[in-house]
């Protein structure tokens, strides 16, 4: 099974700075059709995940453009350029590439300082 | 637009099945597979299984080999998510997915308490 590692894991983060979750995979993620199948979901508090990112660097309809998803291979990043009160909660990177199973990484919990 | 909407909260007894509802619509039901994943209470997310519910097959996590059973009725849309000799640990939230959409149901809580 393909074992995703976030880092850091607790994130706390000042209103309106930026902030990264770091993504890495224990083998490529690129599909034998040239897709990397790799996506990040937000979790919020009484709320049921919501998918922000998938393919990498593609945002879901809906999704402030503040977030923006990059990486290749086997290394992957999550960036909120600004963030907002509303973006509270936990993020997850999914890869969909090996399945199954479908992994995710330990989540990451980004707080407001 | 993409919906699914799962059945409410359950309390059970260690030991017991539980079964969870999913119901789809807009969209074709039997074109894309569900999965379903579960967030334990205080862990993270957990794939445990898929459905394609045109052809049937499936699978399931090795972790849930043997307690869980995933079926479909596409009659009513609707695809069900079966676990059972449910033990203390089994308690949280368990979620169907349509993972190409990126589409989740609300969860439905399940409590494992004696």
């Known amino acids: 099974d393909v074992v995703m590692t976030q880092s850091p894991l607790s994130l706390p983060v000042t209103l309106g700075q930026p902030a990264s979750i770091s993504c890495r995979s224990s083998q490529s993620l690129v599909h034998r059709d040239g897709n990397t199948y790799l996506n990040w979901f937000q979790l919020r508090p009484g709320q049921s995940p919501r998918r922000l990112i998938y393919e990498i660097s593609n945002r879901d309809s809906g999704v402030p453009d503040r977030f923006s998803g990059s990486g290749s291979g086997t290394d992957f990043t999550l960036k909120i350029s600004r963030v907002e009160a509303e973006d509270v909660g936990v993020y997850y990177c999914m890869q969909g590439t090996h399945w199954p199973p479908y992994t995710f990484g330990q989540g990451t919990k980004l707080e407001i300082k | 637009q993409v919906q699914l909407v799962q059945s409410g909260a359950e309390v059970k007894k260690p030991g017991a099945s539980v079964k969870v509802s999913c119901k789809a619509s807009?969209?074709?039901?039997?074109?894309?597979?569900v999965n379903w994943v579960r967030q334990a209470a205080g862990q993270g997310l957990e794939w445990m299984g898929w459905?394609?519910?045109?052809?049937?097959?499936?699978g399931y996590a090795q972790k849930f080999q043997g307690r869980v059973t995933l079926t479909s009725d596409t009659s009513i849309n609707t695809a069900y998510m079966e676990l059972s000799s449910l033990r203390f640990e089994d308690t949280g939230m368990y979620y169907c997915?349509?993972?190409?959409?990126?589409?989740w149901g609300q969860g439905t809580l399940v409590t494992v308490s004696s």
């Open positions: 807009g969209y074709a039901f039997t074109d894309y597979d």
């Open positions: 997915v349509i993972i190409w959409f990126g589409i």
């Open positions: 459905m394609n519910p045109n052809t049937g097959e499936k």
